[in-house]
């Protein structure tokens, strides 16, 4: 798991509209900042090869950007402003995720692996995880060391959860203020009062952790974004086991990984390490500049243009990021490379001639 900031919290203990503001805001960039690390991964995974674990990568892709959307509705409906269009909404990879604390994980942008997938798993392991016996599992230590004084994300999530509650009901803006609804994005929740905010916050550490009595979400019925990536980890897929302590276990279906269908991307690449001029630059920009105007779009659509137009354009801007993705990769394998990795920066200049 990662480990946050004591300070995230510390502004929580008396709270007040700005102090929990300021604390959704930072939920909202640590959502988002697993987005580009997790596509990264899938990108270099050739999808006739690997389907079942881009499948798996892409359906925690899909739900972090509802929990942005979660935290964004949360934070609107106590009067705040979701700050998504900035150069610093973007963090630096590789580097700890936003607020989490120096010398924990560091996150890189990288082709899939067994130690990327560590990664993921450490991301969204939950503080007691449920012990299902893997029989074969990949290598590696799903348990880093807790440092002194931090906090989970799912306590940061408590944290938020507890100080809402001390705000009194006119915190809260009702009618709705600049809801992303089920209307725009399936399992959105409209929040207007306490209530509402807590089915958003919990659906979002519930899809990443589950809880301590089972793996599946209660929004969707799917598994928790952990125990997906357990079951790649197992190489085998998590189904009920009735009759056993705990009911679960991994069977079949098999989930393999196959190490010739993943592209050899560059790992943490950045703007610099394209020299200007080339096809890998102009490539890389572009993708940028798709990447940028899709932060716009979303920070439009978080702060109350909340249209389907929008919604439609913010799509559009996603399946674009996904062909130039594709497009980088054009012609692998290849021995001579190089190959272009999207650098995943604030480009808001249009690099087209």
Not at 291 to 313: C, E, I, R
Request: glycine share 8%; net charge negative; charged share 10%.
């Amino acid at each position: 798991m990662i480990f946050l900031k004591r300070a995230l919290v510390e502004g929580l203990k008396t709270p007040t509209p700005d102090t929990v503001a300021a604390a959704l805001q930072s939920a909202i960039e640590l959502e988002h900042a697993t987005i580009p690390a997790y596509l990264y991964a899938l990108y270099s995974l050739d999808p006739a090869r690997n389907a079942a674990v881009a499948g798996i990568v892409q359906s925690v892709v899909l739900e972090e950007m509802l929990h942005m959307t979660l935290a964004a509705n949360v934070l609107n409906a106590i009067g705040g402003t979701p700050c998504i269009d900035a150069p610093d909404f973007i963090p630096n990879y590789p580097g700890p995720l936003p607020g989490s604390v120096e010398g924990g994980l560091i996150v890189h942008l990288a082709p899939f692996s067994s130690e990327q997938l560590l990664t993921f798993l450490q991301i969204e392991q939950p503080e007691n995880a449920i012990d299902i016996p893997i029989v074969n599992p990949l290598t590696g230590n799903l348990q880093p060391p807790t440092p002194d004084g931090a906090i989970t994300i799912g306590a940061f999530y408590q944290a938020i959860l507890a100080a809402l509650a001390q705000l009194p009901a006119s915190a809260f803006q009702n009618p709705a203020r600049n809801q992303v609804g089920p209307d725009l994005m399936p399992e959105a929740v409209v929040v207007t009062d306490l209530a509402s905010a807590q089915q958003a916050l919990n659906t979002i550490v519930e899809q990443g952790e589950g809880n301590t009595t089972s793996p599946l979400e209660v929004v969707g019925g799917g598994y928790a974004h952990y125990y997906r990536f357990l079951q790649i980890f197992a190489g085998s897929t998590l189904q009920p086991a009735a009759g056993q302590t705990p009911p679960w276990a991994f069977g079949t279906p098999p989930i393999s990984l196959d190490v010739e269908g993943i592209h050899p991307l560059p790992s943490d690449p950045k703007a610099a390490n394209y020299p200007a001029g080339t096809a890998q630059a102009f490539a890389n920009d572009t993708f940028n500049y798709t990447y940028t105007s899709l932060l716009k779009v979303l920070h439009a659509l978080f702060n109350g243009q909340n249209t389907q137009a929008a919604m439609n354009d913010a799509i559009a801007l996603m399946m674009s990021l996904k062909g130039q993705a594709r497009a980088m990769m054009a012609g692998i394998p290849n021995p001579a490379g190089p190959y272009t990795g999207p650098s995943f920066e604030y480009q808001p200049t249009n690099p087209a001639p």
